[in-house]
């Protein structure tokens, strides 16, 4: 499965570090898509980035779509095969870690949730998907629409430094983690 991974092009630091993260967790099949930018409110431009990898998606027919954004961190060695291994039968939106929100112990989303750092959109949720034109972070505003599944353990976070998102350096995710059930190297 080809993974899609969000970028801005002038954002070097970011790429060097996803393409540590697909040099250490052997991914070679891999898009690279720039960012939108043409707004000035970053959740605009980062709504329109998700949702152009998803209509492209649609547009090619495809069955589901793979995404990442550029400071994905897989949680170890075997955490991206175990995520790719482990997709549910049933699923909207298939997560590969929230930092924010809860889930049920069918590891189901049961509010909101943060965390479209790595996850894959389902066909029959494309149309959804896209109808998003709110202001706001759209992992935020995909709240209750439909049926998102966290893979159980987790096996992504984020790295941390400058946030376009957030204007602000961000010293690490991890703590986001702390009570969830991660990943763990064998």
Wanted: negative net charge; glycine residues 6%.
């Amino acid at each position: 499965m080809i993974l899609n991974i969000i970028t801005l092009p002038q954002r070097e630091d970011r790429r060097a570090l996803f393409e540590r993260e697909l040099i250490f967790n052997n991914i070679f099949e891999y898009l690279v898509w720039h960012g939108h930018t043409s707004s000035n409110h970053s959740y605009v431009n980062i709504r329109n980035s998700h949702q152009a990898v998803v209509k492209a998606a649609k547009d090619a027919r495809m069955k589901e779509v793979l995404i990442a954004e550029d400071d994905f961190k897989l949680l170890g060695a075997g955490a991206y095969e175990y995520f790719l291994n482990n997709k549910p039968d049933d699923y909207d939106i298939y997560l590969g870690g929230i930092m924010d929100g809860s889930i049920d112990e069918k590891n189901v989303v049961t509010d909101f949730f943060c965390g479209l750092t790595l996850y894959m959109v389902h066909e029959r949720f494309y149309d959804k998907f896209l109808s998003i034109h709110k202001f706001g972070n759209l992992d935020r505003l995909l709240a209750g629409m439909g049926k998102f599944v966290v893979c159980n353990p987790m096996v992504v976070s984020q790295h941390g430094g400058y946030s376009d998102n957030k204007k602000q350096i961000v010293q690490s995710y991890d703590q986001k983690l702390i009570g969830r059930n991660i990943w763990q190297q064998e």
